[in-house]
C-alpha cells in the first residue's frame, strides 16, 4: 500500500495533476482497526512523511479493485454513463507509466484474494489499447515476486517494462516497522523512489538508464529486469520525466485545413526537430504585444507567453478532448499535445500486500 | 482393461490368489505390523517430516515490538500480592477482581454462575476501532490442572487486560476469563458463551490459557498444550504463532509437558510423536484438563501456556508479552484460521508430519481387520453358503442385539457411576465389577453350556471384524490417535483361532476386552491403577463431550462380544482343526 502511494506521491510531486492519475486501492489500511497510526500510512519506519497526510484521491477502492474493471480501465470499455474521472482519457499521443504491486508470482499478480491477474491478461489489453491509439508509449513497472514474467507476454509495440524480480525470484521487503509490525516498504520500489528523489524539477535529464542502472543487485538483493526489446527508442535517451513528470510542450499540427495528414510526436525526428524549434521560437517571441496565435510562412509562431500557459491549462483541464480537437480560432493551426515527451496519464494500480477482506457477520 | 484381465489370468494360473487367500491372517498380522512400524519407525526417521511454516501471511508473529515490558512489572506484582490475599476466598475474589476490571477503561464484566462447577468471572475488552463481532479468549483459571492456585496466571492476565486497554491496535475484542478451574467450570462457560450468556464479545477466533502457578518472578521454560478433545487440534498456524513467539523471547519449547525437550534425535522425536499421540488419544480421559480443551468443538483455535521453574532466564514479564505478541498476531487476522492445518502430529517444536503422512498408520491396521473378515468367510467349509443363509441373518441379528446391548451398557454404567458422583471407593468397585464381568464373559465358553453352530461362528467372527474395521476407518479421520491405539489394543482379537488352545483363545479374549484393555493400558502408562477411569470416561462425556466412552462401548465392546460368542463353540474347534490338517497334507 504504502508503495503505490509513495509513488504517488512522488509523480503528483513531478507535477501530474489528480485528474490525470488513477489510484487503485484495494483496501483502506490508514482506517483499519490495526492501523496503530489511524489516518496515517508511513513507507518508512521513521514516520517522517504520512503518505495520506495530503489530499489522496482514490479512483477505485476496495472491492472496486477488480481485474475486470483493470482491464476495462486499460481498454476503455465501460458504459455511457461511467464517469470521465475514473476512466483512462489517453490517446495515441499519451505516455502512459503503469505501476502495479501486491502479491504476485510466475505469470500472475493476485487482485483481492479472488481473483488474480494473467501476464497474458494485461498484454492482451495492451494490445487492444494499441489497436485502439490509446498510447504513444507505455511505462510498465511492477513491484512483486517473480514480477519479470508480467511483462514476459507483451507484444506491443512501444511498451518499455521494469520489474523488480526473475522468474522463481521473491522480490523482499525493504524494512519493517516494529510499532506497525508489518513491513512498510519493498526494496525495488524503495529504491526507485529514492532514485526519482533526485529529479527536483521537470527539467531534469536523468534517463530512464540511470534508473534501471540504479536498481542494482545489491540494493534490491533481486534481479531487476528491464524489457526494452518492444521499445523503439534507447532507454538511455527516455527522460525520466517522459513518464513521471508533467513536462508541457507545443508541437505544430502540420495537417491542411480539413484537419488530414496530423502528424505529431517525436517519434518522427523532424517533427520534433520543429516542434522545439516553434516552442522556442515562441518563448523568445514573448515580448510580442500580439494578442492572437499567427502562423507565419515559415511555421514560426508569434505569442505571448502567458497565452501559451493559458492556453495548456485548458488543454490539461480538458483532458484528452482538448488535445484531440482542432481548436478554434487562430489556434486551429496549432495543436497542443499535452504528451509525446510529456506523461500525461498516469494509472497508479496497487493491491496491498497482505489479505484485506474484512466479511464480518455475527457469528452465534 | 485386457491387460487387467491377463494379469488377472495369469495371477490365477499361477496360484497366487489360492495362497493369497490361504495366506489371509498373516497378511492381517503383516498388515498390523506395517501399521505399527510406520509410526513408530517410519515417521519419525529423517525425511518423513517436515518444518513448520507460517501459512497464512497476515499472522505475521514478531514483527511488532512488544511492550510488555518492565513498566508493567510493578502492576504485576501489585495485582500478584493482592491476588494472594483473595485467592483462597472461592465467594469474594470474583466480585473483587470484577471490580478491578469495571476500572480499566472499555471493559465490562460479568460472572456467570454455576452451582455445580463454580462461578467464572469474565470482562470483555471492547475493541475501539474494530467492529466487535470476533473476540480472542485470554483464560486463567484460577485452580490449574494439577490442584495449583494459577496466582501469577491469573496476575498477569488482569495485568495485561489492563495494559491492552491502551493500545488502539486491537480489530477484536478481547475476553478475559477467570474461571475456577481449567477443567468443567471453563468449559461450562465456553458452552454458556455460546448458548446463554448475555453480555457476550463475538465469536472467538482464539484462546490462550495461561498456567503460572505460584508467585515466583521467574520461568525457566515453557510448556505448550495443544491436543483437544476428540481428536481436535488447533490450527497449526496458532501452535505456529505461540512456539515462534515463546523462542523469539528465548524460552525453550516442551511440547506437552515433555521432559526431553532440547534433544532432536530419533528417540527424542519418537518419543514426542507418541506422547503426543498419548495425550490426544487420552484427552479428557486419563489426561489433566489444561484448559485449552474446553475450547474444543466449537471452532475455536487454542492453546495452553504453562510457565515452569523459578530460576529465569525470563521473567514475568517475559510471559505477559507471549501472550501480547501472539495476540497481536492473531489481531492480523482478517478471516477465521483456515489456512495451515487442522491435523498433524508434532515431533518437535518446529517439525511436523501432516495427515497424509501418518493416516496411513492407521489405515494398515484397520485393513489388517477387514482382512481377518474376509478370512473368516472364505478360509472354511463354510464359504459356499449362499448370502442370505440363516446363519448370516442370525449373525446380523446378533449383530442387532449386541449394539443394542452395548448401548444399554454404557448409558446405564454412566447412570450407575454418575448417582454416587466421585466417591472413590465406590467408583473403583463398580470398575471392579465391570471388569470382573468382563472376565467371566472372556470365559463364556468354559463357564457356561452356551453353544452355537460352527458356521454362525464364522459369520460372527466376519461381521464383528467387518464392523470394527468401519469403526476404525470412521475414527481415523476424528481421532487418529485414538483409532490408532484402540486398533492395536483390540488386536489380539483377531488372533483368535479354534486351532488354538483354549487357554491362548481365552488369554487373547481378555486382554482384547475394551474394559480390560483399557483399564490395563491407561494404568501403565500411568504407573497407577487406575481405579477412576471409567467414571472419568463417562464424566468426560457429560461434562465435556469427549465421545471416547462411546466408541469403546458401543464401537469396540460390540465387535468384542461376537467373538467371545463366536468362540463358544466345541464343534467348531474340531473341525477347523481338521480343515487345517487336510490343507497341511
Not at chain 1, 505469470?107 to 504513444?136: C, G, P, T, V, W
Not at chain 1, 507545443?250 to 520534433?272: F, Q, R, T, V
Not at chain 2, 508473529?61 to 504485576?76: G, K, L
Not at chain 2, 534425535?265 to 484438563?289: H, N, S, Y
Request: negative net charge.
Amino acid at each position: 500500500m504504502a508503495n503505490v502511494l509513495s509513488m504517488y506521491r512522488t509523480v503528483k510531486r513531478l507535477g501530474i495533476p489528480d485528474s490525470q492519475i488513477i489510484l487503485m486501492l484495494s483496501d483502506d489500511v490508514s482506517c483499519n482497526s490495526r492501523n496503530l497510526f489511524p489516518g496515517a500510512v508511513f513507507n518508512n519506519k521513521d514516520h517522517m512523511l504520512d503518505l495520506y497526510g495530503e489530499s489522496v484521491e482514490v479512483d477505485y477502492r476496495g472491492y472496486e479493485v477488480t481485474v475486470e474493471n483493470f482491464i476495462r480501465l486499460l481498454t476503455d470499455r465501460w458504459d455511457e454513463d461511467h464517469p470521465k474521472s475514473k476512466r483512462l482519457l489517453t490517446n495515441e499521443n499519451s505516455n502512459i507509466f503503469i505501476y502495479m504491486t501486491g502479491h504476485g508470482g510466475a505469470d500472475f499478480l493476485k487482485f483481492q484474494d479472488a481473483e488474480e491477474i494473467a501476464s497474458l491478461d494485461i498484454a492482451n489489453a495492451f494490445h487492444q489499447m494499441y489497436e485502439k491509439k490509446r498510447y504513444n508509449e507505455i511505462f510498465f513497472m511492477i513491484d512483486t515476486c517473480q514480477a519479470n514474467t508480467m511483462y514476459s507476454k507483451f507484444y506491443s509495440p512501444n511498451i518499455l517494462a521494469c520489474g523488480s524480480s526473475e522468474f522463481e525470484e521473491s522480490s523482499y521487503s525493504h524494512h519493517s516497522d516494529v510499532e506497525l509490525g508489518v513491513a512498510v516498504i519493498d526494496r525495488f520500489t524503495y529504491y526507485s523512489l529514492e532514485f526519482l528523489e533526485n529529479i527536483k524539477d521537470k527539467t531534469s535529464n536523468l534517463t530512464m538508464k540511470d534508473l534501471f542502472d540504479y536498481l542494482t543487485f545489491d540494493k534490491v538483493h533481486s534481479h531487476t529486469g528491464v524489457r526494452t526489446d518492444l521499445f523503439k527508442r534507447n532507454v538511455s535517451d527516455v527522460l525520466i520525466t517522459d513518464f513521471f513528470g508533467n513536462v508541457q510542450e507545443i508541437i505544430p499540427d502540420l495537417s491542411d485545413s480539413d484537419g488530414n495528414n496530423i502528424k505529431h510526436g517525436i517519434n518522427d525526428e523532424e517533427d520534433y526537430y520543429i516542434e522545439k524549434t516553434v516552442l522556442d521560437l515562441a518563448i523568445e517571441a514573448s515580448g510580442n504585444s500580439s494578442d492572437v496565435l499567427e502562423e507565419n510562412k515559415t511555421n514560426t509562431l508569434v505569442l505571448k507567453e502567458n497565452d501559451i500557459n493559458k492556453y495548456l491549462h485548458n488543454t490539461i483541464k480538458s483532458g484528452h478532448d482538448a488535445a484531440n480537437s482542432k481548436g478554434e480560432g487562430p489556434i486551429t493551426w496549432w495543436k497542443t499535445l499535452a504528451s509525446t515527451t510529456n506523461g500525461v496519464i498516469f494509472t497508479t494500480l496497487c493491491f496491498i500486500l497482505y489479505k484485506f477482506v474484512i466479511v464480518t457477520e455475527p457469528k452465534n | 482393461m485386457s491387460l487387467l484381465e491377463k494379469l488377472h489370468r495369469r495371477a490365477a494360473n499361477s496360484g497366487l490368489i489360492t495362497k493369497a487367500i490361504t495366506s489371509l491372517p498373516k497378511l492381517s498380522k503383516l498388515f498390523t505390523i506395517v501399521g505399527i512400524l510406520w509410526l513408530c519407525v517410519y515417521l519419525p526417521a529423517e525425511g518423513n517430516f517436515r518444518n513448520t511454516y507460517f501459512s497464512e501471511n497476515a499472522l505475521m508473529p514478531n514483527q511488532a515490538y512488544s511492550y510488555f515490558r518492565e513498566t508493567e512489572w510493578n502492576i504485576v506484582r501489585g495485582y500478584r500480592s493482592e491476588i494472594t490475599k483473595i485467592i483462597n476466598d472461592t465467594d469474594i475474589r470474583n466480585t473483587v477482581v470484577s471490580d478491578w476490571l469495571n476500572d480499566i477503561v472499555g471493559v465490562k464484566t460479568a460472572i456467570h454462575h454455576n452451582s455445580r462447577y463454580g462461578d467464572t468471572l469474565y470482562g470483555i475488552l471492547n475493541a475501539q476501532r474494530g467492529d466487535g463481532t470476533e473476540a480472542m479468549v485470554l483464560a486463567a483459571p484460577w485452580q490449574n490442572s494439577e490442584g495449583d492456585l494459577n496466582t501469577s496466571g491469573v496476575s498477569v492476565a488482569i495485568a495485561l487486560l489492563r495494559f491492552f486497554s491502551r493500545w488502539p491496535v486491537w480489530s477484536k475484542n478481547i475476553i478475559l476469563v477467570l474461571s475456577d478451574n481449567s477443567n468443567v467450570a471453563l468449559r461450562n462457560w465456553v458452552e454458556a458463551y455460546h448458548t446463554s450468556l448475555d453480555l457476550t464479545g463475538g465469536s472467538i477466533e482464539a484462546s490462550i490459557v495461561l498456567d503460572y502457578p505460584g508467585t515466583s518472578d521467574y520461568i525457566d521454560f515453557i510448556e505448550l498444550y495443544y491436543t483437544g478433545l476428540n481428536g481436535d487440534l488447533p490450527n497449526l498456524d496458532l501452535v505456529n504463532v505461540a512456539v515462534s513467539v515463546i523462542e523469539h523471547e528465548g524460552l525453550k519449547v516442551s511440547l506437552n509437558g515433555i521432559k526431553n525437550f532440547q534433544a532432536r534425535d530419533f528417540q527424542a522425536r519418537l518419543e514426542t510423536l507418541l506422547l503426543g499421540v498419548e495425550k490426544m488419544a487420552l484427552a479428557g480421559v486419563g489426561e489433566p484438563i489444561m484448559g485449552h480443551e474446553c475450547f474444543s468443538g466449537w471452532r475455536i483455535q487454542s492453546v495452553t501456556v504453562k510457565a515452569k521453574g523459578d530460576k529465569g532466564p525470563a521473567d514475568v514479564t517475559t510471559f505477559g508479552r507471549i501472550v501480547e505478541a501472539s495476540f497481536r498476531s492473531v489481531n492480523n487476522l482478517l478471516e477465521k484460521f483456515h489456512q495451515s492445518f487442522f491435523f498433524y502430529i508434532l515431533l518437535a517444536p518446529k517439525w511436523f508430519i501432516s495427515i497424509a503422512s501418518y493416516l496411513p498408520a492407521a489405515i494398515f491396521i484397520s485393513i489388517s481387520y477387514a482382512l481377518a473378515s474376509l478370512n473368516a468367510i472364505v478360509n472354511n467349509e463354510f464359504s459356499s453358503l449362499p448370502m442370505s443363509s440363516t446363519h448370516n441373518i442370525q449373525a446380523l441379528l446378533l449383530l442387532g442385539c449386541c449394539l443394542i446391548f452395548t448401548f444399554v451398557l454404557s448409558r446405564g454404567f454412566s447412570l450407575v457411576i454418575c448417582n454416587r458422583g466421585n466417591e472413590h471407593t465406590y467408583n473403583a468397585l463398580m470398575t471392579s465389577v465391570l471388569l470382573g464381568s468382563q472376565l467371566f464373559l472372556s470365559n463364556l465358553k468354559s463357564l457356561t453350556k452356551l453353544i452355537i453352530k460352527p458356521e454362525l461362528g464364522y459369520r460372527l467372527k466376519c461381521f464383528a471384524y467387518l464392523f470394527f474395521s468401519v469403526v476404525l476407518t470412521s475414527l481415523l479421520v476424528l481421532n487418529f490417535s485414538l483409532s490408532y491405539v484402540i486398533s492395536i489394543l483390540a488386536f489380539p482379537m483377531t488372533l483368535l483361532v479354534s486351532s488354538n488352545s483354549i487357554l491362548k483363545n481365552k488369554v487373547f479374549l481378555i486382554i482384547s476386552n475394551p474394559f480390560i484393555s483399557t483399564f490395563i493400558a491407561t494404568s501403565l502408562i500411568k504407573n497407577t491403577l487406575q481405579w477412576n477411569i471409567f467414571c472419568q470416561l463417562v464424566e468426560a462425556w457429560k461434562d465435556l463431550g469427549c465421545f471416547t466412552w462411546f466408541v469403546i462401548c458401543i464401537g469396540w465392546y460390540t465387535p468384542w462380544l461376537m467373538v467371545a460368542l463366536s468362540d463358544c463353540n466345541e464343534t467348531l474347534n474340531k473341525i477347523e482343526h481338521k480343515s487345517n490338517i487336510n490343507k497341511q497334507e
